[in-house]
């Protein structure tokens, strides 16, 4: 059992190039949240699904764009690279929101972005 | 608004306790917690839900005062295996989790 797999592990851009993350899980789980994770930060949620073709706005989605046109896979985009978006990314999924549905988030084990 | 985590780092000796807490300035439905080692992913440990219940896993226990809009984490009698930085999730009865800056946790034998 996989549980949340990301591609790539580790990615070096140039400021202005574009890139897709991907995030893939086999619980079938309905939520899926993308999260970026900074020093002295904790993790910071940039978009979210609550289903297959859904997406929302987390608390800092600038600069950033997400589909899921599966139930298994979530995308995140980045269109033109900035140097601020040197991070750490993470996916995560759970059965139900987070908190309501009493479910627990797994995360990938993430993947190591820099912008140059 | 992120919840406020304290202590942002503690040291101790294997055998000692620890609490860490994690303060809202809004009402929450639920707290998560998290462990995650240096380069790792973040490990669920566990959620309370609203209504001040006290859960517990192993040596490591938890409680939630909604009215205080507050949650601790304690860890008894600390083993090298505690070490890593834990969050503290806040759920305003949205559909997603608002995280904690960490607290960083080392125990030393």
């Known amino acids: 059992n996989a549980g949340v797999t990301q591609t790539p592990k580790f990615r070096v851009l140039k400021t202005g190039q574009s890139m897709t993350l991907l995030c893939a899980q086999d619980?079938?789980?309905?939520?899926m949240y993308w999260y970026r994770q900074d020093p002295g930060m904790g993790l910071r949620l940039i978009h979210y699904s609550v289903g297959e073709g859904t997406t929302a706005k987390g608390e800092v989605p600038d600069g950033y764009n997400v589909s899921r046109l599966k139930k298994q896979n979530f995308l995140l985009g980045l269109e033109s690279a900035a140097p601020s978006q040197t991070s750490v990314y993470f996916c995560a999924s759970s059965y139900r929101a987070g908190g309501r549905g009493n479910q627990p988030q797994h995360f990938g084990d993430g993947t190591r972005l820099s912008i140059l | 608004q992120q919840p406020v985590q304290s202590p942002q780092a503690v040291i101790l000796r294997e055998g000692e306790d620890a609490v860490i807490n994690c303060s809202s300035s809004?009402?929450?439905?639920?707290v998560h917690w998290y462990r995650q080692k240096h380069g790792e992913a973040p490990i669920f440990l566990m959620i309370?839900?609203?209504?001040?219940e006290q859960k517990g896993h192993d040596k490591i226990s938890a409680s939630f005062n909604e009215k205080k809009q507050q949650s601790s984490l304690y860890l008894t009698a600390s083993q090298l295996s505690y070490s890593g930085t834990y969050f503290c999730g806040t759920d305003n009865a949205g559909n997603m989790l608002t995280f904690g800056g960490g607290t960083r946790l080392m125990v030393k034998p």
């Open positions: 809004k009402a929450l439905y639920s």
């Open positions: 309370l839900l609203k209504g001040g």
């Open positions: 619980m079938n789980h309905e939520y």
